[in-house]
């Protein structure tokens, strides 16, 4: 008997632990594209000498996409920041429908019908829609 209240007290102990356990987080997806794959190198968005993001580019869903994730490590060392992603065309000279978010730790593009075309990811810190003078951009390599 006293194997048996011992068992079941393990057993008790154990289930709050199994709870207690997160599940495997999910990697995100843009708005109405269930399924992306990241094009090209991975850029990093350096301000005051610290990185702050990553910037990538992905296609999917008959688009392409950019990508921007805010880095632990700046969140942890400011209360605030903008952010925006956007697809660059024409050289790097057209933007396509960005996005930008106030404390965003991660961002996605609207989705630019630019498969046909040479593009790069662009992220920059700012309140957009376009990089303003004193933002700093940063742009992935072309992928054509």
Known sequence: MAILTKIAAVAALAVPLLVAVPATAQASTPSGCSSVAQIGSTAYLNVGGETMASVKQYKGCGKNYSY????????????????????????????????CGHNS?????????????CTQALGFNGLGPIPYPGDVAVKTDVRC
Request: net charge negative; hydrophobic share 35%.
């Open 68 to 99: 921007v994730y805010v880095w632990q490590g700046y969140r942890s060392s400011h209360s605030s920041w903008d952010v925006c992603a956007s697809i660059v065309t024409g050289g790097g000279h057209d933007l396509q429908d960005p996005m």
């Open 105 to 117: 730790v991660e961002l996605w593009s609207q989705g630019a019908a630019t498969l046909s075309q």
